[in-house]
């Protein structure tokens, strides 16, 4: 279990085996010891309402995002009405 704790935390860094401190290895190790997820989701139900109401949205939130940013590429500097 030590070694699959280390071996996870080692991952984020990009230096595999590379020994973690600090928050890293905290939160790698409340990961690994947290209980599987299938349990704790949520009911089928509401699943079969949510997954493809957020496969339409979120391509459009991406355009919208992708549309903002070129429509305001240039750097402002400045009040245009200056």
């Known amino acids: 279990m030590l070694a699959a704790v280390t071996l996870l935390a080692a991952l984020p860094t990009g230096r595999p085996y590379a020994p973690v ?3 890293t290895a905290v939160l790698t190790a409340l ?7 299938a349990g704790r989701t949520a009911a089928p139900t509401t699943l079969r309402l949510l997954v493809p109401l957020l ?4 391509p459009v939130l ?3 995002q992708a549309w903002i940013r ?3 590429r240039g750097r402002v ?3 245009s009405y200056l």
């Open 31 to 37: 990961a690994v010891a947290a209980p599987p997820l």
């Open 77 to 79: 500097t400045g009040p």
């Open 70 to 72: 070129y429509a305001f």
């Open 62 to 64: 991406v355009a919208v």
């Open 55 to 58: 496969l339409a949205v979120t």
């Open 21 to 23: 401190t600090g928050l």
